[in-house]
Structures are given as structure tokens and as C-alpha cells.
């Protein structure tokens, strides 16, 4: 946790953003796995721990702006959870650790939540994403799971999210430590990675790094070979010759600061030449891509400077035809690259996408495309200084798109679709890195870069 003045100033900062009223900002609960006493690892609400930060079950954190007070509703440990669970602090102690001032038994958050009601005041909460959160709103307030969802307060989420997104120094500090460890297990999945192991093996041995050096891995970790599976948490193949394994896989520090990085490389160490090919053009987008992130661009025109620079790169190799920019703007690029270029990351590794995506990504300025491919992209507005976003691009030859494309004669003046059939069986590559928005321009977060390049990745893995 970091020192309690940063919490007190962060509800202070909040309540000077929200006109009037109480914020209720709900914390987790234990979520049971397969029967109730066996619980997933605990998970704390980022934007919970963002203001309160305490990493304790069961507890709701209210943030009375009229009254310029903040108190914290979570029940004592009984002797029974003792004797189970080991001596806790009490609440009153967890609150006065993070500057709140006053706390009180869970069963008196309903008489404060119906007195703010009957006095005309208004209740503030975000849009709940776990059904314990929802139910718990829906009992408070008298309402139903359709009214929270309408009524979750615009004005407090726009609010959060002006917080949230811009990093402080010592946020980024936290990043960067998630950051090594992501470090470490990509390079232990690289040393790894020979003819013969199984994915699994992998998987196991650098998800054992994430529960080792902090929180355990920020989201389930991605590694196959069959990389053109954009989201493949299936873990059953063995590793084959000449072909490539990716790896999407972070960690969160002790402070549940997140990293995202992916790296593809070649089984054995050594690219084919047409891997080499296809790989050389996906270095040199991530690369344009990271060159052209700086504060007062939107990231949907480094997503779309980054397809472009696919499209030439595609039409160079023969997958693609015809005028580079109508290619572009007609989306074709997105048979090989169907999803945006990143997202930020922070707490979340998708940071508050429980708040909703298009509110997170997106602002008046910047209108979400529908088109396939453009409406993937998870972040598009301008960035600021201390936005923290991945830049992720891929390419894929995904089997099923590109016999529907084919098919249904989709941008065919742009695809050569003789050429690109050969390549059904290829698999796919992403490589994806943490940049700071810095004042002029912007830095690759993590102490140690993972090796990245052809001739840094065949050099690692063949010492
Ligand atoms: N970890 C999934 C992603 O890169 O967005
Ligand atoms: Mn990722
Ligand atoms: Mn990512």
C-alpha cells in the first residue's frame, strides 16, 4: 500500500469532481471457485483500491462530498474467522491506516444509503461487473439489476477515469516492477521453448514467476502455437518444429500494477526465412507505432499509421494490392490485424474497462469507429502525459476469416487471395510492450527491454 496521505488526497481530489451527494465505491467479495469455501485467489476492485487501498474482502468505501467526510463499512473477524484466518486488524484500524477517518459494521451502510435517499441527496456508484457487487447495490438502494446498470452515476465514472488514467511517479514505479517480472518470464518461456515441451510446461513455469515475484499473472496467460487464436488459453499443444509460439502474459507487482507483453519466436530458436519475412515487417510497425506515441495525438491515428505501415509492408510481401491509403481506409488490412494497436494498463491490466470501454478509450473528440478491425481498438482518444498504453500489433492468417473474406469476395481488390491461401496453415505473431505518454514523447516501461528483434531473439535464445 502505498503512504496514506496518497489515498486522502485521491478521495479529496474525487470529491472536489463530483458535485454532490455520497460515493459508495463497493470493494470485493471472496468469489467461489467450485463450492463456497473454495475461493479464485482474491481480487480486490481496482478503483477500491485506487481510493482505499485495502486489500481485504468485504469491505465499502463511502465518500461523503457534502459533509467532506470518508468512511469505511466492513465487519470485525469474528473468534470462528480467527481461528481459520489468523488474526486481522479491526476495521476501525484498516481505515485509520488510509486516512479514513471514522468506520462502522457493514449492516449500517443500508440506514445511511436510505437517509442520503429521503433527504434528496444523491447516491453516486459505478456500473457494478461482478453479480455480488450488483446484488449488493440492488438491496441498498430498492432497485433492480436493470435500474443499477441505468443509474450508475456518468458524473462519478468520468470523474475515476480522469484519475485513474493519468499516472502518478509512483504509480509508474509499481508498473515498472510488474514490468520485470514480465521480463523474467518471458525470457523463461524463450530459454524454454524447444522441440518436444509442452505448452503447458511453459505456461506453468512462468505463471509460477507472476505468483512468485508479486500477485500472480494479470490476466490468464496466452501461449500456443497457434498464435492466429487472438485470445488461446488452450495450453495442450506440443512444441513442433518451424513453428512460431506466442506468449501474451503479464504479471501484477504486490500492489496489483499490471504488465501485458507479448513475444513470438520460433521453436528452437531460429526463424524460417518466411517467418523472418513476416516478423521483420511486424518489428517495424510495434517500432512506427512506439515512434509515433506522444502527448497530443489521438491513439486512433497511431493505430491507423501503424496499419498503414502493415498495408505497405503486406503489399511488399504479396499478401496485398492496389492503393495503400484506400486499403486502409476500407479496413482490408484488418484480415491480418482484426483488433486495435493497445489499450491503457494500470491497475487493470485493460485499466477500468469495468467502467466501460467506449468511456475509457474514447471522448467527444474522438467518435469509435464500427468498422471490423477499427472497432477493436480499445483506446482511440488523444493521449496525455502519464497515459500508460500497450502497442500491440499483429498479423494472423486466421483460417475461418479467410475463407469467409474469400468467399464472400470481401476488399478484393486489396487481397491477393491466391497468395494469402497458402498461408492457412502459418499460425500467427503479436509483439506488444507498456509505453509511458512522457511530456515530449514516450518510454518503454520495464527496467530490461525482453528481446524483441530477429537477430535479439535468435542471439537469446541460441546462448
Ligand atoms: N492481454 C491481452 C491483451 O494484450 O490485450
Ligand atoms: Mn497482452
Ligand atoms: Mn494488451
Not at 513476416?278 to 502527448?295: A, D, M, N, Q, T
Request: hydrophobic share 35%; aromatic share 8%; with cysteine.
Amino acid at each position: 500500500m502505498f503512504d496514506k496521505d496518497v489515498y486522502v488526497e485521491r478521495r479529496n481530489r474525487l470529491r472536489s469532481k463530483v458535485k454532490s451527494g455520497i460515493i459508495i465505491l463497493p470493494g470485493n467479495s471472496e468469489a467461489p471457485y467450485n463450492y463456497p469455501s473454495n475461493t479464485y485467489r482474491f481480487r480486490q476492485d481496482s478503483t477500491f483500491l485506487y481510493y482505499f487501498g485495502l486489500n481485504h474482502a468485504d469491505m465499502v468505501g463511502v465518500i461523503d462530498i457534502d459533509a467532506d467526510t470518508d468512511c469505511l463499512y466492513g465487519n470485525d473477524y469474528s473468534i470462528d474467522d480467527i481461528i481459520w484466518m489468523g488474526n486481522q486488524p479491526t476495521v476501525s484500524e484498516l481505515a485509520a491506516s488510509v486516512g479514513v477517518g471514522s468506520a462502522y459494521p457493514l449492516r449500517e451502510l443500508a440506514a445511511l444509503v436510505s437517509n442520503t435517499v429521503a433527504s434528496g441527496r444523491k447516491v453516486h456508484f459505478l456500473t457494478p461487473y461482478r453479480a455480488d457487487t450488483s446484488a449488493l447495490l440492488e438491496r441498498l438502494l430498492g432497485i433492480s439489476r436493470e435500474a443499477v446498470l441505468l443509474y450508475a452515476s456518468r458524473e462519478l465514472t468520468e470523474a475515476v477515469i480522469s484519475m485513474r488514467e493519468i499516472k502518478s511517479a509512483e504509480e509508474i514505479e509499481e508498473i515498472e516492477k510488474a514490468c520485470e517480472i514480465g521480463y523474467q518470464m518471458h525470457t523463461t518461456a524463450m530459454r524454454m521453448c524447444h522441440e518436444g515441451v509442452s505448452e503447458r510446461e511453459i505456461a506453468g513455469a512462468v505463471e509460477g514467476i507472476a505468483l512468485s515475484r508479486g500477485a500472480g499473472v494479470s490476466f490468464h496467460t496466452i501461449l500456443t502455437q497457434n498464435g492466429q487464436t487472438l485470445h488461446n488459453h488452450n495450453h495442450d499443444g506440443v512444441l513442433e518444429k518451424g513453428r512460431l509460439m506466442l506468449m501474451d502474459a503479464g504479471a501484477e507487482n504486490v500492489l496489483n500494477y499490471c504488465s501485458d507483453n507479448t513475444r513470438t519466436v520460433p521453436v528452437g530458436g531460429v526463424f524460417t526465412p518466411l517467418q523472418k519475412d513476416i516478423y521483420s515487417l511486424l518489428v517495424s510497425v510495434f517500432e512506427h507505432g512506439i515512434e509515433s506515441i506522444k502527448p497530443g495525438v489521438t491513439y486512433m491515428s497511431v493505430h491507423l499509421s501503424a496499419c498503414r505501415r502493415m498495408a505497405e509492408g503486406l503489399k511488399e510481401l504479396g499478401f496485398m494490392k492496389g492503393d495503400v491509403d484506400e486499403a486502409v481506409a476500407a479496413g482490408a488490412h484488418a484480415l491480418f490485424m482484426p483488433h486495435g494497436l493497445g489499450h491503457q494498463m494500470g491497475l487493470d491490466v485493460h485499466d477500468m474497462e469495468g467502467l466501460g470501454e467506449t468511456f475509457v478509450g474514447y471522448d467527444s473528440q474522438t467518435e469509435r469507429s464500427q468498422q471490423f478491425g477499427l472497432a477493436s481498438l480499445r483506446m482511440g482518444k488523444t493521449l496525455r502525459k502519464g497515459h500508460v498504453i500497450t502497442c500491440e500489433p499483429g498479423i494472423y492468417f486466421i483460417p475461418a476469416l479467410l475463407d469467409k473474406w474469400e468467399r464472400e469476395h470481401i476488399n478484393s481488390s486489396f487481397i491477393n487471395y491466391d497468395k494469402v491461401r497458402s498461408m492457412a496453415t502459418f499460425g500467427g505473431m503479436r509483439v506488444e510492450d507498456d509505453i509511458l505518454v512522457t511530456e515530449t514523447g514516450r518510454r518503454v516501461l520495464g527496467g530490461r527491454r525482453i528481446p524483441y528483434t530477429v537477430e535479439q531473439i535468435e542471439d537469446y535464445m541460441g546462448r
